[in-house]
């Protein structure tokens, strides 16, 4: 997570957003010293399947972990880096 902190830019003084539509794209906004798109969403029904076969691939991956969203619900997500670009692999729980 370090890493993905370090790539992104994050700010301490500032949380983020998302805006945009969830019934289509979203945007998650931070504030940094240098403008980037710095990840790109995917989601899974079959997490624990996808970050395997990242590993099993030596793909470059953080541990699966689970953050709260919303009101009641959770996401369970893991960043992967393939090619320079990072992806955040996540299910809605």
């Given at each position: 997570?370090?890493?993905?902190?370090?790539f992104r830019g994050t700010?301490?003084?500032?949380?983020?957003?998302?805006?945009?539509?969830?019934?289509?794209?979203?945007?998650?906004i931070f504030?940094?010293?240098?403008?980037?798109?710095?990840?790109?969403?995917?989601?899974?029904?079959?997490?624990?399947?996808?970050?395997?076969?990242?590993?099993?691939?030596?793909?470059?991956?953080?541990?699966?972990?689970?953050?709260?969203?919303?009101?009641?619900?959770?996401?369970?997500?893991?960043?992967?880096?393939?090619?320079?670009?990072?992806?955040?692999?996540?299910?809605?729980?």
């Amino acid at each position: 997570m370090d890493s993905i902190n370090a790539f992104r830019g994050t700010s301490t003084s500032f949380g983020g957003f998302i805006t945009g539509s969830p019934e289509s794209r979203q945007f998650q906004i931070f504030q940094a010293a240098e403008p980037k798109i710095w990840g790109i969403a995917i989601g899974t029904r079959h997490l624990e399947r996808a970050h395997e076969r990242c590993v099993e691939r030596g793909i470059l991956c953080t541990e699966p972990a689970v953050t709260p969203w919303g009101e009641d619900g959770t996401i369970n997500f893991f960043f992967a880096e393939v090619g320079g670009i990072v992806f955040e692999v996540m299910r809605a729980g």
